[in-house]
C-alpha cells in the first residue's frame, strides 16, 4: 500500500464529519447552508453559483471545498479565488491563512488524537508531500521569477484579481517570464476550482471560464470548474444557483444577521459641492450614531479630498482606503481585519474613507455609511458593510446623487444605470428613509423587482472559439494574443502596467538590467494603475480614477512635464521609456525615480510632487537585498545626512579587497561596527545579512551605480544550490521528484513512466563539453572529478559575468541543450521528446535555429540513463526545419491533450526539475 492510500485508510472521513471539522477549522460551526452546500456538491457537484448575502459567510466556502480535497483525491487541489476589486482588506486571504494555520497546527498533535481536522490534516498532507495546504496571494503585475506554485500536488488556495488569474490561464500571463507562461497556464487551466467573488461584475472572465471548463482535464485530472459567489444574483441571469434555506433565517446567529436593520435615506447632491456633502453627511451620521462611519467615494480623487477634510476634523482618526495603494502601506495600514474592527468598536478610528475596494473582502461593521450613489449591486455591497454582525439597534445609510447624471459625472457608471437606481430607491420611498436589513432588501426586490438597468450593463463577452485554442499554446515563439478581451469583454477598456519607485535607479537601460538582477521589484512595492493614467502623468498630466478593473478611459487634466528618465521591464529585458512619448503595453513594469512623486501616504495621488518612500527592501516577505547606496541609507540611518559619509568610507573599505570573499567579511564587519547607526525598523534586516550568506553587486563590473547591493545567498533554480552538481544525481532527484508528484495526484503507474524517463533524459545534453566547459569555469571552486559531468555549476555570477565565461568556454550563444537531446527522441517517443524540449519554455511550437555550424557532435548516452537513442547527437538539431517532425510532433499532441492537457505534463516534469534544483516546495 503506498503512503497516500495509507494516510487515508489509517485517518478515515465522512460527511458528517463536517460540521466539526469547520468549528475546529475556523473557531464556530458552520450555517445550515454551508452543510446544505456541501452535500449538494458531493451528491450533484458544484452548482453554477452560490448566492449569500453579505455578512452571512460566503468567503467560507473555501472551508467546503477544503473538506471536499480531504475527503475525495480526485477533487479539485487548487481553489482560485477571485475578486475584480484591488482589496485593502482581504478577508479571502485572511480565512484562508487562517485555515492553513490551523491545519499545520492539527498535524502536529499527538498520533493518539483523531479529531475531523486531525484527520483531515493528515489526509491533506498527505496529498501535499508533508504540507496539508499553500495559500498564495498574487498581487499586481511585478515579475515573478519562480512560478506561482511549485507543486502540483499539494492543496493550494491562489487568491488573485481577474486580470491575474485569467491571463495566466491563458497562457498570457501578467508579469510571468515568458520561458514559464505554460507552467502557469497548467497551474491555472487543470485541477483548478474558481471561486468568483461578485461574478456578475466580470461576466465576461466568467463566460470564459465556462468555455475552458467544458474541456476534459488531462489523466484523470479535473480541468476547470468555475463557481460564481454572489449576494446579487440577479445580475447573473442564469439558473443553477445555490440559495439560502429556511434553517439559515431561523439560524440564531444568521438569522439575527439577515434581520439587521439598516435604514437608507436617498439625499439629492450636485456634483459640484458633492465632496462637501459626503464630509457634512459623515459628520452628522459620526455625532448621532456614536459609532465609526464609512465614506465611500466613486472615484479615488473624491476620496481624498473627503479624506484630507475628515482629518483635518478629527487629526489621527480617519482612515483611507483604496484600491490604488502601496501594498507595503497597506499591509503596515490594514493587515487583519479583526485588528481594524477593534479599531472601530474601539473609537480610536471614528470614518474611514473609501473607494469601491470596500465593496469586496472587507469584513468591517460599521454604525453608519455615506455613500455616492452607484449601480444597484455596488450599493448592495456597500450596504453589507453596515451594521453587518446585527448587534447594533440602529444604523443608517445616506446615499448621495442624483435624478439626472450627466456622462462625465456618472463614471464609472453609465447615467442610465444611476438613473435606474435612484428611480427605484425613490419608489421604495428611501426619500423618506426605509429599512434595508438584508432580508427586507431581499423581499422588496422580489415585491419590486428594480429594472435590470440598475445592476449595471454587462459587457458583451469575447465569443471562445476552438480555433484560438491551439494560438493559446504557441508561447515560443510567443502569438501575441491579448487576453484582455476574454477578461473584459469586447468593449473598450483599459489594460494596465505596475509601476515601482526607486530612489537609487542607474542611469541606462543597460545598467538597469543589471541593477534589477541584484535587486528586483518586489510584488508589495508596486501599484497597478490604467495604462492610460499613467502615459498622462509621465507626461506631467492626470487622471482621476475608479477601483474597478478594466474600466473605460477617462477625462485628463494637464500639468508641468516630469524630468528624468523612466524604465519599462517585462520580466527579462529593459528599455527607457520616453516621458513626452511613452510607450508601455499592458502589463509592464514601469520604473521611475522616487523624485517623480505619485502617491501621498501609500495612495495614488497624480499630482503629488512629494518624493515617494523608497520600499523595495520589503517587496517580498523575506528580505531579498540590501541596498547601501547613499539615496537609500538616506532613508535606512538615523541620521540621514551622513549616508554620503557612510557609502564613502564603505567605499574605501573595500577597495583593498582581492576578491568576493574577501569583499563579503570587510562588508560583514563594516555592518557590525556600523548596525546603531541604522534607524530600528532597518536593523532586523541588517542583521540577516550579518548572519547570512550574502553576495556583492557590483564587483568587478564597471558599473556606475554609486553604491553596493548585498544580495542573500538563496537558492536559484537555475544553477542550483550554490554548489557544483553531478548530472546523475540531479536527473535522478528530478525522476524521484516527478514520480512523488504522480503518485500523490492518482496517476496511473504506465502515465508514470513516461515523466520518469523524460526526467532522467532532459538535460543529457549539458554533456557537450563546451557547456562542461563553462560550468567549471563559473564554479568558482574545485569540482570534484566524479562529480563530472555537471548538471548545475552552482553559480552566483550575474548575467555579464556568465556572457564573458561562456565566451571564454566557446559554447554558442544561444545555443539549448534539450533541443539537441530532444531531436533522437522524435518518433520512437513522442511525449519525452516534447518534454525533454520544452523543459524550459522553449520550442512552443518551434524552436529557434541552433548557431552552430553542422558536424559538432555532443554525447547523450549515459550509463544510468536507459538512453534509448544514438550516444552521439548533433549540436545543430535543425528542429526548426518542417521535415525534422518536431513542429508535426507537437501538432498532434495538442490535438490529442488540448493547450492545457500538454502544458499540464510539461508542468510535471519542469516543477519537478525546480524542486530538485534548490525550488521550494
Known sequence: MEALERAFAENPLTLEDFPDFFLEATGHEPYPWQEALLRRVVREGWPEAVAVPTGAGKTMVLAVALFLMALDPKAHRRVVYVVNRRLVVDQAHEVALGLKERLEKALARPSGEATPLVRAARRLAALGGGKPLEVVRLRGGVPRPRPTLQDPARPAVVLATVDMAG??????????????????GALFGTDALYLLDEAHLEAPFLATLEAVAGLPGPWGRPGVRAVALTATPEGLGRGGIFRLGEADARHPRLGRILTASRRVWLRESPSRRRGKDLVAHALRLGEKLGGPVAVVANRVGRALEVYRELGRAFPGRVLLLTGRMRPRERDLNFARTRALQERLDRGEVAFVVATQALEVGADLDFAGMVTELADLSALKQRLGRVNRRGQRERAEVVVLGERETEAKEARPYLPEVLRATWAWLEGLGAEGGVDLSPKALAQRMEAQPPPSEAFGRPRP????????LPLLAHTD???????DPFLHGLERAAPEVEVVWRADLPETAEEVEAYLEAAPPGPKEGVRLPLYAVRAWLRGGAADLADLEGQEEEALRPGPPREGKAFRFDGERVAEVSLRDPRLRPGDVLLVPAGFGGLSEGHWDPEAREPVPDVAEWGEERPRFLRLH??????????PEGAEGFGQELKERLLGAEGRREAREEVRRFLEERLSDFRAEWRPLVQAFLEGPFEVWPWGEGWGYGGYVLRLGQENPLYGSGRPEALEAHSRKVAEAVEDFARRLGLDPGVRAPFRRSALWHDLGKQDP??????????????????????????????????RLRKEAGYPPGQRHEHVAARPLLGSHPLEAHLVATHHGRG??????SPDAPGFSV???APWASWPGPPYGESAHGLERLESGYLE?????????????LAYGEALLRLADYLASGGEA
Do not use: C, H, I
Open 167 to 184: 491571463s495566466r490561464l491563458l497562457f498570457r500571463g501578467y508579469g510571468v517570464p515568458r520561458g514559464l507562461l505554460p507552467v502557469e
Open 461 to 468: 463577452p469575447m465569443p471562445f472559439f476552438e480555433a484560438f
Open 477 to 483: 515563439p510567443l502569438v501575441p494574443l491579448d487576453p
Open 630 to 639: 547613499p539615496k537609500v541609507l538616506a532613508q535606512a540611518l538615523e541620521d
Open 770 to 803: 563546451r557547456m562542461q566547459f563553462w560550468f567549471l569555469l563559473s564554479a568558482g571552486e574545485a569540482v570534484d572529478p566524479s562529480s563530472r559531468p555537471l548538471a548545475k555549476s552552482g553559480t552566483r555570477l550575474t548575467r555579464k559575468e556568465l556572457e
Open 844 to 849: 512552443r511550437p518551434l524552436p529557434a535555429p
Open 859 to 861: 554525447p547523450l548516452w
Open 889 to 901: 510532433n507537437f501538432l498532434g499532441l495538442l490535438k490529442g491533450m488540448g493547450p492545457w492537457g
